[in-house]
């Protein structure tokens, strides 16, 4: 009897531990599947929301580019009013410009690029064994913003031998392959026309400091000619005139010229030169750098559609019967 009720006691106990067990897998294979599903559930959403952004960007993106077809038609516009001269007194020089969208808006500005010193430039050759103007308008430039005047022809020599079309060092000053080779990260000169202003870094002579405070003034243009219009120089770029004065235009009295500016510019560059508080300066050795016309023209947008924000920089050139086409676009730079 005693025997009896001790199997009927283990008899008990083991389907207990048997029903504890089956209870314990049970729950095991639902948290399982809680997690499966959870995780399949975030991947989705996760998935859906990587969908919805790349549609918003997309978005803005067109936004962006339509904005540069914006600005297109306001140039076109308004050199068909005035084709004569550009200045600041024409329709496309109004600033930034807000345009409302669907989900979103269009912030735009044009700006002409032809109110700075182009780099390119500088590959111009020496004449009757002379510094080029264009290096001694350069160099002018960045004495007149406070850099050392040895360190102003280091760097002006060096980014004319960085842009020119060879491996021979111009001056003593230049620098070709081989200086740019015996640095701790060795590199090449580029022996080419600059697509950029930051290329301007990477040249002889240019810290982070000079970059700062040259990069407002000048600019990388597809071209090797220097015009720079003084109808667009705002009163900020007076460096940049007193440069084309070789410095001795002093940096208030430029900006005192650009000041008193007529509302729709100079008629020539010889108006220009001729008015009375230029009368003691000479501009005989550049005078054939300044304009009062552009044919390239800068224009940033920045387009916003839900969360997502796209920033466009286009370079736009100026053709015969006042048409136009992008010569550069870059996408980014938000900060």
């Given at each position: ?77 308004g050199f068909d009013e005035s084709e004569e001269t550009v200045n600041l007194g ?83 000053m230049g620098a070709e392959d081989s200086y740019y080779q015996s640095l701790p ?151």
């Amino acid at each position: 009897m005693t025997s009896l009720i001790s199997d009927k006691k283990n008899t008990t106990s083991f389907q207990r531990r048997q029903s504890g067990v089956a209870l314990l897998i049970v729950m095991f294979v639902l948290t399982l599947m809680v997690l499966i599903a959870a995780e399949m559930t975030f991947g989705f959403s996760l998935q859906m929301r990587r969908t919805a952004s790349l549609q918003q960007m997309e978005q803005a993106r067109w936004y962006a580019l339509s904005g540069e077809e914006l600005a297109v038609k306001v140039l076109q516009d308004g050199f068909d009013e005035s084709e004569e001269t550009v200045n600041l007194g024409q329709t496309w020089a109004t600033g930034e410009v807000i345009f409302p969208m669907d989900g979103g808006t269009i912030r735009g500005e044009i700006f002409d690029a032809q109110a700075c010193l182009n780099l390119n430039a500088l590959q111009a050759p020496d004449k009757e064994g002379q510094t080029s103007v264009e290096v001694k308008v350069f160099q002018s430039l960045m004495e007149a913003l406070g850099i050392e005047s040895y360190q102003a022809e280091t760097i002006a020599q060096s980014t004319r031998d960085w842009v020119d079309n060879d491996n021979t060092q111009g001056s003593g000053m230049g620098a070709e392959d081989s200086y740019y080779q015996s640095l701790p990260v060795p590199y090449l000169a580029s022996n080419t026309s600059m697509r950029s202003v930051s290329e301007l870094r990477a040249v002889k002579g240019v810290n982070a400091r000079i970059m700062r405070r040259v990069k407002p003034f000048v600019c990388a243009l597809p071209t090797t000619e220097m015009k720079i219009n003084i109808n667009t120089l705002s009163p900020d770029h007076a460096p940049v005139l007193s440069a084309l004065y070789w410095g001795e235009l002093p940096l208030e009295q430029a900006k005192e010229v650009l000041e008193q500016r007529p509302e729709n510019g100079w008629r020539s560059v010889d108006e220009f030169i001729q008015q009375p508080s230029l009368s003691n300066f000479s501009a005989e050795n550049t005078h054939e750098l300044m304009s009062v016309d552009s044919q390239y023209f800068a224009m940033t947008a920045t387009a916003s559609y839900a969360d997502t924000k796209v920033r466009i920089k286009s370079l736009l050139r100026r053709e015969e019967e006042n048409k136009f086409s992008v010569i550069r676009r870059e996408f980014g730079g938000l900060e």
